[in-house]
């Protein structure tokens, strides 16, 4: 796999070294950055994310990265809250976002446990990052907020409902679950967008 400009959004919230590892396992060593010129001029970008949705917008604001993201024309790859952080907005905290897909994040209702976590199968899956990987295939998830299946679904799954399990648009695809902690099956996805 030839070696490539990764670069991994540093904005204070979340899974970066878990990411980090994961690329280094494929031989790839990626920048974890924040800075503009650096997030432009990389061949590829990770927008990552755990934890709460409308103090993740207000560190991405605080850098100019709210701006940054929406404009960039590499591939980029959310993952969990970024990809929520992806859409328009989100019920959680009443988040204004992005943008990117035309689309709310909503809350789980709790005839379940909330959050959803744990082993989850895909179905249903398009778009190049899903290339040699079986539907049905299990992936991690960990979220109480969830994507509604909309013509941006790349791959869905289901807990209380259908959901989306990962979006493509143009230069931008997302994941809800975490390929990083997905064993095999995210070692395929992560690779499959090292070579897009």
Same mark, same amino acid.
């Given at each position: 796999?030839? *070696?490539?400009?990764?670069?991994?959004?540093?904005?204070?919230?979340?899974?970066? %070294? $878990?990411?980090?590892?994961?690329?280094?396992?494929?031989?790839?060593? @990626?920048?974890?950055?924040?800075?503009?010129?650096? /997030?432009?001029?990389?061949?590829?970008?990770?927008?990552?994310?755990?934890?709460?949705?409308?103090?993740?917008?207000?560190?991405?604001?605080?850098?100019?990265?709210?701006?940054?993201? @929406?404009?960039?024309?590499? @591939?980029?790859?959310?993952?969990?809250?970024?990809?929520?952080?992806?859409?328009?907005? $989100?019920?959680?905290?009443?988040?204004?976002?992005?943008?990117?897909? @035309?689309? %709310?994040?909503?809350?789980?209702?709790?005839?379940?446990?909330?959050?959803?976590?744990?082993? *989850?199968?895909?179905?249903?899956?398009?778009?190049?990052?899903?290339?040699?990987?079986?539907?049905?295939?299990?992936?991690?998830?960990?979220?109480?907020?969830?994507?509604?299946?909309?013509?941006?679904?790349?791959?869905?799954?289901?807990?209380?409902?259908?959901?989306?399990?990962?979006?493509?648009?143009?230069?931008?695809?997302?994941?809800?679950?975490?390929?990083?902690?997905?064993?095999?099956?995210?070692?395929? /996805?992560?690779?499959?967008?090292?070579?897009?």
């Amino acid at each position: 796999m030839k *070696n490539q400009n990764i670069v991994i959004i540093d904005y204070d919230a979340g899974n970066i %070294q $878990s990411v980090k590892y994961a690329f280094e396992r494929l031989g790839i060593t @990626p920048l974890v950055s924040n800075d503009e010129q650096v /997030i432009r001029n990389a061949d590829k970008v990770i927008f990552p994310g755990v934890g709460e949705a409308a103090w993740a917008m207000n560190s991405l604001r605080k850098n100019g990265l709210d701006k940054l993201i @929406p404009e960039l024309k590499q @591939p980029v790859l959310g993952i969990c809250l970024g990809m929520q952080l992806m859409c328009e907005s $989100s019920e959680e905290g009443n988040t204004e976002a992005l943008g990117i897909f @035309p689309v %709310q994040v909503k809350r789980f209702t709790n005839e379940l446990k909330v959050p959803q976590m744990g082993w *989850n199968q895909l179905k249903d899956m398009r778009a190049e990052l899903f290339k040699g990987i079986e539907s049905g295939e299990y992936a991690y998830f960990v979220h109480s907020y969830y994507v509604p299946v909309f013509e941006g679904t790349a791959a869905k799954c289901e807990y209380i409902l259908p959901f989306s399990a990962a979006l493509q648009k143009d230069n931008f695809y997302a994941c809800q679950f975490h390929p990083e902690k997905s064993g095999e099956l995210g070692v395929k /996805i992560l690779r499959n967008f090292v070579e897009l």
